[in-house]
């Protein structure tokens, strides 16, 4: 198998979003009934993502405490201050809910104050935006917002076998992975930890070189298992073999595999319950393995950094290739950490600061968030360009409708309530500013964050 080794575009591409496209996330019926008074709403629930169960849970705190003007403090618009919680599962259960069952079995069980929203690090394509629309009165285009609420980092751990440290030149007591060692273990190439060998990864310990790599993988459709093959596709674009044929990363990442599906080479477990957490706990309990969360949950776990654990133990997150100093022989790859304080105690922010992303081979960012944002990953720029950020970050999105009336048990003040909210999450000075220290990142300044501001306004019943 050909394996093609990248990098990543350092600069975020800049754009303005024109006035029309503005205009038209409104999409059709948006006049047809107006919201009511800021705060009146009463309260909603939110359903989804656990990669955003901990930036949702500073937004939903917050909401109910913040001076922000769009917040609903008690002393904002009506004066009252209705609740938002948040049901953290995962991507596929959230989809779920709202009518995208791909092969997933299931009512219905959106379209209320108690799953006002849907969180998700999966955008939906074509094919699930007009499953999720088909459940409208009247079935119509742009209705559906995709709202890049935050930046996420997607952080690779270890739990080396027992017995076993190890180091590498530029994480000491850690371990760093080039590209082409990540798409390897997780194609089910590299099998054994003594392949793993770059810029002086060293393990330790009798027969640690021998034992096996076992891949702990999430159990459901999951967003970070979308975005995780949607990197592995920048890094290797050639047909691996799964058990349903002949498939690319970018096949397995979506579609009617549910992105369940891995290469049968793979030597993998699976995890029994849902979301990033169960995930941390299974490589936590299994030796000799690896798994991949959103570094916001999987530094409130402490298992794999803080007191006893990470760098110079046998459980810690690994740096993962970001670029390459210097040309010809002399060239050197250099690594990047997921977090923008390193392997250690306290929350941070994620890495992704100067991170490029494209959009495949349309422009980036889509032109509304009532567009397709499925594609979205990070860049592929000449292997001469140094990211100066990890490069394995995306967005995590949350959707809502511009016509909420057009879905049934859908209410006035559900609608009301989700745009205060949105509206809160979407402000510089608000839900974006509080997701600093919380291991998360503000979304790009420029194009995506008026577009977030856009659509967040653009809600209506």
Known sequence: MKVITTRRLRTVPAGIITAAAIASLAGPGTASASLGTQCSGGPITGQGAAVEIVAQRVWTSNFNKSTDNF???GKQGSKESPVVTYNGTSS?????SWGESGTLSGPVTGFAANNAYVATAEAPNATQVKNITNQESTPTEKTLETLPVAQFSLAVYVNLPTGCTATSAPAPGRLVLSDATLQGIYAGTITTWGQIADNGDTITGAGCSSDPITAVVRKEKAGTTNVLKKYLYLINKSTLTTASGSETWQQLSEGSTLNIVWPTALSLVKTTAEGDNEEAKKVSETPGSIGYSN????????LFSGAGNGAGTAKFWVEIENGSKGSGTKAKVTYADPSSNGDTGPAASANCKST??????????????????????????PSTVKE???????????LAFTTYSLLPSTTPGEATSVDNFLKFVAD???GQAELAGADYLAVPKGAVDTALIAGAAAVQF
Do not use: H
């Open 388 to 398: 100066k950020s990890y490069t394995l970050c995306n967005f995590t999105y949350v």
């Open 356 to 381: 490029g992303y494209t959009n495949g081979s349309n422009p980036f960012p889509p032109p509304s968030v009532t567009g397709l944002w499925n594609e979205v990953t990070t860049a592929v720029p």
């Open 92 to 96: 596929g259960a959230g989809l779920k």
């Open 71 to 73: 917040a609903c403090s």
């Open 428 to 430: 510089k000075k608000g």
């Open 295 to 302: 570094l916001a949950e999987l530094r409130e776990t402490a």
